[in-house]
């Protein structure tokens, strides 16, 4: 089954009025698996409790007393970032990453063929040491640094499809030759990182593509970057893990970008990388949710990206040799 992974506290996270990282994200996410008629078809797994030590595979002790202390003492924003927070917050950041690493455990294990997590804050935003972008803790960074401490993962695929680049998994894997990372993002837009030309450093260099796209790309352009760019490196790589930074502000409508992608290419974007996971992983692929803040738009994306998960991929971006 495709295991299903959230928590009450995910929703408690309030960065204030008008903001469009709401609660009632998660509301629209849960109402939108609902009324798809989903829920009978995920196996609902809890998070994992988060120790200090899995915090500390990706960020570094001085970040994390740093949040912990300003979220508790009431801070309205952390001191690193444009990061709105409220008391909830901390809690509802390691509920999120304790998400992400029960469904590592859960995929690597064979118990599930593949996980959604649905959680908030999200993550791609948050570097090693500091939060920026609605972002507290690196979920999918956290997940592959679990994976490969608890199950010995060598190589894992961090794909990213939010229309914003994910500037923070880059950064804590940019000198890595042990996970590639690979997003499609709208170009110029916050936070202004994500150049072609941004490859990694030392041992990780080659193993960071980014495909920076104009305002106003679609399923043309993003479909092109994915099979001319992401599964040839993912053939060469090999990946033992999948793991999907899954933004749905890319989708049309959206009111922090530009991208005009619909549920059904959210559905295909799954189905290729489910094709991914299948020729090199075992079919083993953790979807984690980031941005989309058109809220009927969130609920109805993330339906066709979970219906993808559970019907496991079909065919949809497998080479012809097989």
């Known amino acids: ?9 995910c929703r408690e996270h309030d960065p204030g009025p008008g903001h469009p990282e709401s609660q009632r994200r998660y509301d629209a996410v849960m109402a939108g698996l609902r009324a798809a008629g989903l829920e009978e078809y995920l196996q609902a797994l809890p998070p994992r409790e988060i120790a200090r030590e ?3 595979l990706v ?11 300003e979220i508790r003492e009431g801070a309205g924003q952390l001191s690193t970032g444009d990061t709105s927070v409220c008391r909830a917050s901390w809690e509802a950041a390691c509920r999120a990453a304790g998400c992400a690493l029960a469904a590592v455990d859960a995929v690597m294990e064979g118990r599930v063929a593949n996980a959604f997590c649905a959680v908030r804050p999200p993550g791609h935003h948050a570097s090693a040491s500091r939060g920026m972008g609605f972002c507290v803790l690196n979920n999918v960074a956290l997940a592959a640094r679990h994976a490969q401490r608890r199950h010995g993962v060598r190589r894992a695929l961090i794909i990213d499809w939010d229309v914003h680049h994910g500037n ?13 990372f690979f997003s499609t993002h709208q170009w110029p837009l916050y936070p202004g990182t994500g150049r072609a030309s941004e490859t990694g450093s030392g041992s990780g260099r080659g193993m960071t593509l980014n495909c920076p796209l104009p305002a106003g790309s679609g399923r043309d352009e993003i479909f092109e970057a994915f099979e001319e760019k992401l599964l040839p490196a993912a053939d060469a790589l090999r990946p033992e893990l999948v793991l999907i930074s899954a933004g749905f502000d890319s989708r049309f409508g959206d009111p922090l970008g530009n991208f005009t992608l619909t549920d059904s290419d959210f559905a295909d ?9 299948r020729k090199h992983a075992g079919g083993r692929l953790v979807s984690a949710l980031e941005g989309g ?3 009927g738009g969130l609920a109805s994306a993330v339906a066709a990206h979970v219906s993808a998960l559970i019907d496991g991929g079909g065919t949809f971006g497998m080479t012809k040799s097989e």
């Open 1 to 9: 089954m495709t295991a299903l992974l959230t928590h009450p506290a």
């Open 54 to 56: 899995d915090l500390l």
């Open 59 to 69: 960020h570094t002790a001085e970040y994390l007393d740093l949040a912990e202390r």
């Open 168 to 180: 923070g998994t880059q950064d804590i894997f940019y000198d890595d030759a042990s996970v590639f």
């Open 269 to 277: 974007l799954t189905r290729l990388a489910l094709g991914i996971a």
């Open 293 to 295: 803040y058109n809220l």
